[in-house]
T-cell receptor, first 118, second 117 residues
């Protein structure tokens, strides 16, 4: 079974630009979560999508947005990039459904997309 | 609000020695607790998790953790360190279970484990 894949793996952008990152979850997984990892702030939750709907949201500005498609693939977009947006962006997938007992579900993480903003 | 504190951003142990990585949490409801490992240039891999039931949880690669409610701790241990254990380890908590959620994790700042040959 293929794992969570993220594209691209590395990205360099300049301030003011926008960027779109992609995440393909494990087959059958319907929940996709996004995290930002930086040396200063550590791992922080961005948002989570399930069945094309945002279910959870972290404390990030509106420049950070996401969406999920009917095949559960997800994208996140960052507009008007700032230097502080340089980070490793991690995507995680899980079954996430109401019928799945919480205790048996697990998030599986992708390798991340490393974004550098110059 | 939930939070996680990992004591020691860097821990060094000799190969074959006991590994002990500390994690304390704060949560207003019974928490679900996790340990993840991250190898260089890779994503996170789940080592183990505590949800309910037995407080001693065994995970992959010989790691285990014990949930101690009275101490609000969930320390990670391994009896004998191996060179391949060198990585960064993250403790995480989730109490957002009302919204179908194991999807919103709060992570600690991580502990980098170095193994001395």
């Amino acid at each position: 079974k293929a794992g969570v894949t993220q594209t691209p793996r590395y990205l360099i952008k300049t301030r003011g630009q926008q960027v779109t990152l992609s995440c393909s979850p494990i087959s059958g997984h319907r929940s996709v979560s996004w995290y930002q990892q930086t040396p200063g702030q550590g791992l922080q939750f961005l948002f989570e999508y399930f069945s094309e709907t945002q279910r959870n949201k972290g404390n990030f500005p509106g420049r950070f947005s996401g969406r999920q498609f009917s095949n559960s693939r997800s994208e996140m977009n960052v507009s008007t990039l700032e230097l502080g947006d340089s980070a490793l962006y991690l995507c995680a997938s899980s079954l996430g459904g109401r019928a799945i007992p919480y205790s048996t579900d697990t998030q599986y993480f992708g390798p991340g997309t490393r974004l550098t903003v110059l | 609000a939930q939070s996680v504190t990992q004591l020691g951003s860097h821990v060094s142990v000799s190969e074959g020695a006991l590994v002990l990585l500390r994690c304390n949490y704060s949560s207003s409801v019974p928490p679900y607790l996790f340990w993840y490992v991250q190898y260089p240039n890779q994503g996170l891999q789940l080592l183990l998790k505590y949800t309910t039931g037995a407080t001693l949880v065994k995970g992959i690669n010989g790691f285990e953790a014990e949930f101690k409610k009275s101490e609000t701790s969930f320390h990670l241990t391994k009896p004998s360190a191996h060179m391949s254990d060198a990585a960064e380890y993250f403790c995480a908590v989730s109490d957002d279970i009302t919204n179908f959620g194991n999807e919103k994790l709060t992570f600690g700042t991580g502990t980098r484990l170095t193994i001395i040959p």
